[in-house]
């Protein structure tokens, strides 16, 4: 009889091509999961993968019956998730994923805050770029998402968080001469430091200031606002920094933030989660518990 366990244990397989990582997903021993994956492909009479080493390729009936596994474990997901809401809102288990540019600033006063309303809740953190959270999102690996809106996909449900609105950090001493410039066209003639491929916060800094010095573009790739800031106080760029991170991120005797006089550009940050889940009110109750801490910080 073909168990959820083989089929969790092919689906991370199919995903992977690789048996070691995929044993390690499982938390599992190699040969513990290859005799299930040998189990399953006698069970079904079919073989579903070529093996080469450690690695696979799917066979062509593994690739369909990986599509039919990934809908089966979606529905065992959502059973589950539909009955920990009898449990109460906000208890149990929640693997929440966060974009890099949220987390550091956003995380401590939230979890603070969830310890002392939701003592039941097991929030478990996971934090990487936003095409990784909301792959693992839709594959069912995490249950919801803070990231940037708007998101595009019809099996996602998103509720807007806060506006978060950006700045121009600047070398300290350097701030006055920006006091007379037009934003926009200076920041175009200046050296852009900007977060490496695969971050939102670097294509919106891209976006908002309509950068066509591809100079500007390449300038820097950081792994981190830490390292772009360090850069702008020594007088080696300037940058667009989100007020979220400006408490953490500013040295005030180094660095100068310059607001937009008018209509300033600005990110939405919202939380994300499949329109199957069955744990909307959780969902709803964290925003709302986001929303509350973000007003204080602000306030």
């Not at 701030?175 to 971050?199: N, P, T, V, Y």
């Not at 979220?244 to 933030?257: H, N, S, T, Y």
């Amino acid at each position: 009889m073909v168990t959820i366990r083989q089929l969790r244990y092919f689906s991370s397989l199919a995903r992977t091509h690789h048996f070691g990582m995929a044993a390690d997903q499982c938390a599992v021993t190699q040969p513990a999961l290859s005799m299930q994956i040998k189990e399953l492909e006698r069970e079904l009479g079919v073989e579903l993968v070529e093996r080469r080493g450690n690695s696979v390729v799917l066979t062509l009936a593994g690739q369909e019956i990986a599509k039919r596994a990934e809908a089966i474990l979606g529905q065992v997901r959502e059973l589950t998730d539909l009955a920990r809401q009898h449990h109460g809102v906000l208890a149990g288990p929640i693997r929440l994923g966060i974009i890099p540019s949220v987390a550091p600033y956003l995380l401590p006063a939230m979890l603070t805050e969830v310890q002392r309303h939701y003592p039941q809740l097991d929030l478990q953190i996971r934090e990487t770029q936003t095409d990784m959270l909301l792959d693992e999102l839709l594959r069912g690996d995490l249950d919801a998402v803070l990231v940037a809106l708007p998101v595009q996909n019809a099996q996602l449900e998103s509720e807007p968080l806060f506006d978060d609105r950006f700045l121009v950090a600047v070398q300290a001493p350097a701030a006055d001469q920006w006091a007379s410039k037009d934003l926009f066209e200076w920041i175009g003639q200046e050296r852009l430091l900007l977060l490496e491929e695969g971050h939102c916060l670097r294509d919106q800094a891209l976006h908002y200031c309509q950068i066509a010095n591809m100079q500007a573009r390449k300038s820097l790739g950081a792994a981190s606002l830490t390292t772009i800031m360090q850069m702008v106080a020594a007088g080696h760029g300037i940058t667009l920094l989100p007020e979220l991170c400006a408490e953490a991120e500013v040295d005030r005797q180094r660095v100068a933030l310059i607001p937009f006089p008018d209509n300033p550009p600005k990110r939405t940050l919202g939380l994300v989660w499949r329109k199957t889940s069955g744990r909307k009110k959780d969902f709803s109750a964290l925003a709302e518990l986001i929303k509350s801490v973000r007003q204080v910080q602000a306030a």
